[in-house]
C-alpha cells in the first residue's frame, strides 16, 4: 500500500492508496475513505476534501531504474531514505517494498523488480540521494552477473593519480544546503558508513555519511553554513 504525506495550502494529510485498477482508485486520507473513478476525460469530477477546492494530488508512481546486468536498482529521483525494511541476505518477492523515499513532502515506496535476494545495501536511512544513485543490489534469475575485471599489474601511482587519490578522501557537499550540525572534529577516527554531518536541504534533513574510513584531518564548515553542490566538508587522512 503506498503511503503519502502531503501538504496543502499548510494542512497536512495521510494519503494512503488501498486499491488501484485502471477504472477506479480507493484512497485513505486522514481516516476517511475516498473511492475515485478513473475516466478518459480529464475534466471528470473527483471527490475533493472538506473545505478544499480542489481535488488532492497524489504523489506520482515511482519506477527505479533497474540494471540487470550487475542487479543495481537506482533511486528514480532525488530525496531522503525514510526507511529500509529489508537487510542485507533477505529473500524479496517481486514488487515488495524495499525501501521508502521522502521527495517533494511526499513518501513514495520503492519495490523490488524481481524475486531475489539482498546482496548488498549501499545507503542508510536518512541518507540524502540523487537520481540514479545506486540504492542496493539484487541477486537473482534474472540478475545477468558482469564478467570479472580483468586482473592488472599494480603500478607504482604518478603524480595525478596521487592528487586523485587525495581528492578522493574529501567529503563534497552532493547538493546546496545548510549545515545543521557536525559529528565530528580534527583528530577522529571515523569509519566507512559513519555519519559525518546533518545537512537540510529541499527543507529535508538528511545524514551525510563518511565514504572511506580514515582519520579526521580538516572539518571545513560549521554548523550554520550555507554550502554548494561539491564544496568541501570534510577531509579524512590515512
Do not use: W
Amino acid at each position: 500500500m503506498r503511503k503519502y504525506k502531503l501538504i496543502i495550502n499548510g494542512e497536512r494529510y495521510q494519503a494512503h492508496v488501498i486499491e488501484y485498477s485502471s477504472n477506479h482508485a480507493k484512497l485513505n486520507i486522514n481516516g476517511q475513505e475516498y473511492l475515485v473513478q478513473i475516466e478518459d476525460d480529464a475534466s471528470a469530477a473527483v471527490p475533493v476534501l472538506g473545505g478544499q477546492d480542489k481535488a488532492v494530488p497524489l504523489a506520482p508512481s515511482l519506477s527505479s531504474g533497474f540494471e540487470v546486468s550487475g542487479g543495481e536498482l537506482h533511486a528514480p529521483l532525488p530525496g531522503v531514505i525514510v526507511s529500509i525494511p529489508v537487510k542485507e541476505g533477505d529473500e524479496v518477492k517481486k514488487g515488495q517494498t524495499v525501501m521508502t523515499i521522502e521527495a517533494m513532502k511526499m513518501e513514495s515506496e520503492i519495490s523490488s523488480p524481481i524475486d531475489g535476494k539482498i546482496r548488498k545495501i549501499l545507503v542508510k536511512e536518512r541518507s540524502l540521494v540523487q537520481e540514479g544513485d545506486v540504492l542496493l543490489i539484487l541477486e537473482g534469475e534474472e540478475v545477468k552477473t558482469p564478467p570479472p575485471a580483468p586482473k592488472t599489474q599494480r603500478k607504482t601511482p604518478t603524480e595525478c593519480e596521487q592528487l586523485a587519490e587525495k581528492a578522493e578522501r574529501i567529503l563534497r557537499a552532493p547538493i546546496p544546503g545548510t549545515i545543521l550540525d557536525v559529528k565530528v572534529s580534527p583528530g577522529q577516527m571515523v569509519n566507512e558508513g559513519d555519519v559525518a554531518l546533518i545537512l537540510e536541504a529541499m527543507k529535508m534533513e538528511s545524514d551525510i555519511h563518511f565514504n572511506l574510513s580514515g582519520k579526521v584531518v580538516m572539518v571545513h564548515v560549521s554548523r550554520g553554513d550555507s554550502v554548494q553542490e561539491g564544496d568541501p566538508l570534510i577531509e579524512l587522512g590515512e
